[in-house]
């Protein structure tokens, strides 16, 4: 079955980086486009960024635009999310979900979750 | 951006009751419209996509309907494990979510 497994959350400093990584199986990884979707503490749902199945097409909602940087890698089945420059403002529980075979779709799965804080 | 708006953006309801929320767009935005229940801690669900087709395995007391930019949820017959968080979200363009209805016990 599809799963989807993030990790890399944790604390860290306003001004720092972390990198999160999501790790799929279950479903033909490279066939799918996918999606990183936050969700702060208490509030609802915000998308954070798309990446095509070949990494050639990538967006970026307008609150992390130039500070965030969406990856995968087909061969380790793995999508990632590099944040730089954080702020509290970008605490929240971090979902990677699975989008469609093009386009935009909605999201039948998503992974656990991991929890990122910025705190000084 | 399109913007989604939700009402009421609480509930309180009994088991066996009716409920109907309502989701908003800010533009048309066709039938790309899904419906996600969420419970405290976990990932949200997808119940209804395309505004009204039913996910596979989610219960048919679920409904959806709607286009353009007026759509609704609703639930037949409130259970227990019913009770949730529910989101609205568009995939027509760029991913929008509505802010969430809870629904709660009375």
């Known amino acids: 079955q599809v799963q989807l497994v993030e990790s890399g959350g944790g604390l860290v400093k306003p001004g720092g980086s972390l990198r999160l990584s999501c790790a799929a199986s279950?479903?033909?990884?490279?066939?799918?486009?996918m999606s990183w979707i936050r969700q702060a503490p208490g509030k609802g749902l915000e998308w954070v960024s798309y990446i095509s199945s070949s990494g050639s097409t990538i967006y970026y909602a307008d609150s992390v635009k130039g500070r965030f940087t969406i990856s995968r890698d087909n061969a380790k089945n793995s999508l990632y999310l590099q944040m730089n420059s954080l702020r509290a403002e970008d605490t929240a529980v971090y979902y990677c979900a699975r989008e469609g075979s093009s386009g935009w779709y909605p999201l039948p799965y998503w992974g656990q979750g991991t929890l990122v804080t910025v705190s000084s | 951006a399109i913007r989604m708006t939700q009402s009421p953006s609480s509930l309180s309801a009994s088991t066996g009751d009716r409920v109907t929320i309502t989701c908003r767009a800010s533009?048309?935005?066709?039938?790309?419209l899904a419906w996600y229940q969420q419970k405290p801690g976990k990932a949200p669900k997808l119940l209804i996509y395309a505004a009204s087709t039913l996910q596979s395995g989610v219960p048919s007391r679920f409904s959806g309907s709607g286009s353009g930019t007026d759509f609704t949820l609703t639930i037949s017959c409130l259970q227990s494990e019913d009770f949730a968080t529910y989101y609205c979200q568009q995939y027509y363009s760029y991913p929008s979510f509505g802010p969430g209805t809870k629904v709660d016990i009375k």
């Open positions: 533009q048309g935005i066709s039938s790309y």
């Open positions: 279950g479903f033909t990884f490279s066939d799918y486009y």
